[in-house]
């Protein structure tokens, strides 16, 4: 496994391979790796000739107060990961390398990007955005995976790929989650055993709601209204949103017809969490 | 020549290319092309193993009530131009190709974007750093070739596409003006002969501009306030911005000391033009 920090060395190895006719297949993370991460690199190690992953927290897609100085970092045990697992480049810019003297471009989606995290985290999918076209403009892969816990991010990377006629195919793969059903998260990290405990509401919330359509509550209101009062009803818990929508759009449904998102973002301590299930009237679900 | 519309194919067709190492050369247009774009092609011609021109008019860098109805076209003499330059691809996407239903994403530069034709045309470089983002995308160029007289676009674009890391240099070439010192323009098209005539004033002015600074007036103020007296002088000219801006930041300077750019847009009948001129202090001046 090689470590490349500098832009310009990345991008010629990138062109280099696909001159060579390989097949990129690119992972993007913030560092803190997990299993989830783990799960998307497999995958691509798995589906293409040449695996990269980039290690970069970005600062641009943290709003002010939120924990861009915190966020947790473990270069040595991420770069153990990778390794693991079969990387054959390990990308790791700096932030002046990524955002020098001067720079004033953002990319931005509207629409998809209004509710959910974009309500909450203003300018948050503006940074997002912004560096994974620099990202996928410099590592020029075939095909970036993403987890679906970040199911708005995936919906919003893949419509801007798409607007923007990026050469690459967009994969969302299932949230990963510990024995207990908790979503696996860098953010994990910052919860004390009490609220680690608590933090179970999500997912025990999320599997609530898909009983509640097995049963054959289909409106969004009433799903919404007691999944709220299932996480408030736990120690410390306080949410931030907790919303159904098409599973596409990410607009509000009312009733649930084809595929809808559930989706919940609920504080707890330090820790903003979020988690999603798809709901499917008739019975059927995915991405659990 | 071959004529390509199909996006998805225009951009096999460029990777392709750039798997068997050959270097792209770039321009993109919206048509109706005259001897400024045959410079940019011929340039590029020479200068790459294959020339890929695009022809689109782009509806989202006009304004309401700006001119993207009226903007003329002739599909026929621009593709005999194509050829004769010896272009080997043209590219000519529809606009629901390059806008399909759902479209929701932007890119934006801030800072350079915001005095010049970007305060007179509101959202017009979101629309263009948007459309030469895909542009590049799908045609993957090493080198884009873009005119001088549109200045502030062409450093908006190299802006754009170093913040992005698009791996495309962004070349700019020298304004080709009509015997007289009139710039090329397809906007040119609108004029009756009189405004023809009246149109003479931008160049004049310029090279007005350019004396004062060789005779040693160098406040911007000065030379912005003599050069709106001269264009107000002649018949029908209205003026839409007259400024002295520091040429690589194009922010306003009070004095030039190093390269400064004089841009003016002016309004005749129609049309609204728009030219310029490098000033330096020290008798030297460029771009002309």
């Known amino acids: ?23 990129i297949g690119f992972v993007p993370t913030m560092g803190f790796l997990h299993r989830g991460h783990s799960s998307l690199m497999e995958k691509a190690r798995e ?12 600062p641009t897609q943290f709003g002010p107060g939120e924990d861009y100085e915190a966020y947790p970092r473990d270069v040595e045990k991420d770069q153990a990961l990778c390794q693991k697992v ?3 480049l390990l990308f790791s810019p700096s932030p002046s390398g ?18 959910l995290c974009g309500a909450s985290r203003p300018g948050h999918f503006d940074g997002v955005c912004t560096v994974v076209a620099k990202l996928l403009n410099i590592v020029c892969p075939h095909r970036a995976y993403f987890g679906l816990k970040d199911y708005q991010q995936f919906q919003v990377v893949r419509r801007m790929a798409r607007d923007l006629d990026i050469d690459t195919e967009i994969v969302g793969l299932p949230t990963v989650r510990e024995p207990d059903g908790l979503a696996m998260s860098s953010r994990n990290a910052y919860l004390t055993p009490g609220e680690r405990k608590a933090a179970l509401t999500l997912f025990q919330a999320l599997q609530w709601a898909r009983k509640m359509v097995e049963g054959g509550i289909l409106e969004a209101g009433t799903i919404e209204e007691r999944v ?9 818990a306080s949410i931030d949103y907790v919303s159904v929508v098409d599973a596409e759009e990410l607009s509000p449904v009312k009733i649930i017809r084809d595929r809808a998102l559930l989706a919940l973002a609920v504080r707890l301590g330090k820790a903003r969490l979020i988690d999603n299930i798809i709901l499917e009237a008739g019975n059927r679900q995915s991405n659990g």
Chains 1, 2 share one sequence.
Not at 11 to 20: A, D, V
Not at 103 to 113: N, Q
Request: proline share 2%; no cysteine.
């Open 1 to 23: 496994m090689e470590i490349i920090s500098d832009i310009k060395e990345m991008q010629k190895r990138s062109y280099g391979l696909r001159e060579k006719g390989h097949r």
């Open 47 to 58: 589906e293409n000739d040449a695996l990269v992953v980039s290690i970069f927290v970005n």
């Open 228 to 236: 709220r009062e299932m996480i408030l009803s736990t120690n410390g």
């Open 98 to 115: 990524m955002y020098p003297s001067g720079f004033g471009t953002a990319v931005s989606v509207s629409g998809i990007t209004e509710g």
């Open 86 to 88: 079969g990387t054959d």
